[in-house]
């Protein structure tokens, strides 16, 4: 199936709620074009130099996230457009991210990211760690950032039983921070479901998937580049 087509079946699937992020990193500009042809404005990548490049060369109401691991050095060059940051996973980041919004006198959207899954690789909090950063008065003074929710990435494995756990885990996160920390209407993304595990995410309560291969095909190299 095409672009296009993909798409389109995969919003006619899932709940009106649940926001779609077509990943587009390693796809070349005609490919986004495609998806945003049929009306697809949300796009991820997580390479700043790629996202800035596309950034400059793409339609401006496109909405970019970016989702992967980002350096405290690199932020100053997504700050002044990017809409939402997926994987926030320490104070000195989101200071940074606070300082580059000032700047540009912004308010940049951010999701803490979680540790849910049993791979050591993958990046994020732990939840007491995520409860001291929301506790901490250095926290509190940033006003240029807004936390809007969660983000986790499951194991990769074909044990759903697994999944589905780190999942809830992702979700009962969240639902506590909302209740301790954040009680605001904007706190409201779980970011969390990719092309090999959207439809248990949605069934746990995600908000917001992000899907790369099932959207535009393959790509030939690791999954996490
Ligand atoms: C690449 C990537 C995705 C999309 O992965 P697919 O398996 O191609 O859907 C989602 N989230 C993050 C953080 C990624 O790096």
Redesign the pocket.
């Known amino acids: 199936m095409s672009i296009a087509e993909n798409i389109l079946k995969i919003k006619n699937e899932i709940p009106e709620n649940v926001k779609l992020?077509a990943?587009s990193?390693t796809k070349p500009d005609a490919a986004i074009l495609e998806a945003y042809e049929v009306g697809q404005r949300i796009f991820?990548e997580?390479k700043v130099q790629e996202l800035v490049d596309k950034y400059e060369r793409l339609p401006k109401d496109i909405e970019w996230h970016f989702?992967?691991h980002l350096q405290s050095n690199k932020v100053k060059y997504i700050a002044p457009f990017v809409s939402l940051i997926?994987?926030v996973d320490s104070l000195k980041l989101l200071k940074e991210i606070d300082k580059q919004g000032a700047k540009c006198e912004r308010i940049i959207e951010c999701l803490l990211q979680f540790h849910i899954a049993s791979e050591s690789a993958k990046f994020g909090f732990y939840k007491e760690e995520s409860f001291d950063l929301l506790q901490s008065p250095e926290f509190k003074t940033l006003k240029n950032i807004r936390i809007a929710g969660v983000?986790g990435?499951a194991t990769y494995t074909d044990d759903d039983a697994q999944i589905q756990k780190e999942f809830t885990n992702l979700k009962s996160y969240f639902e506590e921070i909302k209740e301790k920390f954040i009680c605001e209407e904007t706190f409201k993304e779980i970011s969390m479901g990719?092309?090999?595990d959207?439809k248990l995410a949605i069934e746990e309560g995600s908000t917001m998937i992000?899907?790369?291969?099932?959207?535009?095909g393959?790509?030939f190299y690791t999954?996490?580049?």
Do not use: T, W
């Open positions: 992020v990943v990193k991820g997580n989702i992967g997926h994987g983000m990435m990719m092309s090999a959207y992000r899907l790369g291969s099932s959207i535009f393959i790509r999954k996490f580049q």
